[in-house]
């Protein structure tokens, strides 16, 4: 087929359930491509002999390779190839933001729709798990060194998958009971279910790795000793400390942060009910502030808990909004309603300490500010209230702070997130590498596993040097 011929095609949607039936479940809204439809979007890639779609990958997944294997029908070895540079790819295919990196750099893309790179890698590591495919990749030999991975999100279960191929003996100390981070507390189960992130971390305890729950590194044993114990110890702690807008009214019974609502509901299980009778408040009219992809998280995991009304309230307009368009467009299709240059002023309750309202007061927007985006600005006079009897505040996190606090000589930035290396996750202590959110703030999965796969090659080298 000629590069013509392949242009001509469309990009392949993907089949989702129905919007008004899935706002009322748990269950993922996407099903998947079919053999058939990914071999049609696979044959869109125009295979680049300098592809630009790998240097937007922060983890260089080779994408025109795996995906000509799609086109060939070779799906598992597409999955394996996939998992050369890559430990989640059934991850990555479902919550990276690929429309801002792989698929924002392919050239099909410039006169059309580009190749979805993020589906078809979706495709490839769902089939080799359905069929029972996977296969464990060669190990180095031994070399006699022990390495202390704190946290088990997408930063630390890079840094370990990387680092055990490569001969070191790696543990992995969680403090839940579940490992998997932000994937397992954060990303509500419709749009990354446990099983996937289950499955993946069942492939790296196959590679060897140790995996101790459980374990609040910072109260049970610091940092200083773990090093005791270790050659080399990488933290990836993530954000985890929600921020609130300081608003009167913010203590009322009611008032979450979305880190809290979203723990209650994925991790205490709240989805389930009535299985497991979570104690989490499922309001019937609930606000959202914020407009970002766990705002979106949120906001639709309040209708599924039972909400008739969810509202996001932000203070521009969906133009600036950072949530990804197809998290605001899922959103709007299952009944979310946008309360747009709006912000909070206070939060209103009854005299039993309960949340009744939220005042809000309309914005306009001004001029651009540092972030780029144009700022807003408050119009006099034209305050409101939204009925609602639960309010979720979802306007970032900062970093944990338990292991700076407890790791002296630890350098610091002025936000608390630990200085490390860009290229390296060097930080001030030796022996100590770091990366992911807890250095660069809440970000991308992808860009926190960028930063474990290179702190992992910067490890291999010091512990082969010592």
């Known amino acids: ?126 089939y080799e798990r359905n069929q029972g495919a996977v296969t464990m990749p060669a190990i180095a030999p031994a070399t006699g060194k022990k390495v202390a991975i704190v946290g088990s999100g997408p930063a630390g279960l890079t840094c370990a998958g990387d680092l055990i191929k490569l ?15 932000v994937l397992v507390y954060g990303i509500p189960e419709f749009r990354l279910p446990k099983a996937i992130v289950q499955a993946e971390v069942d492939y790296l ?63 205490m299980k709240a989805y389930l009910f009535p299985e497991y009778d979570t104690p989490v408040v499922k309001g019937k009219r609930v606000a959202v502030f914020g407009g970002g992809n766990v705002a979106m998280d949120a906001s639709r995991t309040a209708l599924r808990l039972g909400a008739e009304k969810s509202y996001i309230v932000y203070r521009r307009s969906m133009e600036e909004m950072p949530a990804r368009n197809e998290e605001i467009h899922h959103a709007e299709q299952e009944g979310v309603e946008f309360a747009l240059l709006a912000n909070p002023v206070r939060i209103i309750g009854n005299d039993q300490g309960w949340v009744t309202g939220v005042e809000c007061v309309r914005m306009a927007l001004g001029e651009p500010d540092e972030s780029g985006r144009r700022r807003p600005v408050p119009v006099e006079g034209s305050e409101f209230i939204i009925d609602v009897d639960t309010v979720v505040v979802s306007i970032g996190n900062g970093p944990n702070p338990l292991i700076p606090n407890t790791t002296p000589g630890l350098e610091l930035s002025r936000w608390g997130n630990i200085n490390a290396d860009e290229e390296t996750g060097q930080t001030s202590r030796k022996g100590v590498f770091a990366g992911g959110d807890i250095v660069t703030g809440a970000a991308t999965v992808i860009m926190a596993m960028g930063a474990g796969k290179k702190a992992a090659a910067a490890m291999h080298e010091y512990l082969m040097g010592q």
């Open 205 to 267: 305890k196959g590679l060897g790795i140790k995996l101790v729950e459980n374990f609040v590194v910072g109260m049970l044993d610091t940092v200083d000793e773990l090093l005791e114990q270790y050659d080399a110890v990488f933290v990836g702690t993530g954000a985890g400390l929600p921020v609130f807008m300081n608003l009167p009214g913010e203590n009322l019974n009611g008032v979450y942060s979305a880190n809290e609502y979203l723990t209650r509901s994925n991790l």
């Open 1 to 126: 087929m000629s590069a013509e011929q392949k242009k001509k095609i469309p990009r392949q949607p993907m089949p989702e359930q129905e919007a008004k039936v899935r706002a009322r479940n748990f269950e993922e809204v996407p099903y998947g491509y079919s053999p058939e439809m990914a071999m049609l979007e696979a044959s869109r890639c125009l295979q680049c002999k300098k592809p630009k779609c790998v240097e937007g990958c922060p983890v260089n997944v080779k994408i025109p390779e795996f995906i000509g294997l799609i086109a060939g029908g070779d799906f598992v070895g597409a999955a394996r190839k996939l998992k050369e540079t890559n430990a989640l790819p059934a991850v990555c295919g479902r919550v990276c933001p690929q429309e801002s990196q792989c698929e924002s750099k392919c050239v099909v893309g410039k006169k059309g729709e580009p190749v979805a790179i993020g589906r078809l890698e979706r495709f490839a590591a769902d």
């Open 167 to 181: 001969g070191h003996e790696v543990t992995v100390f969680e403090a839940l009971h579940k490992p998997g981070g």
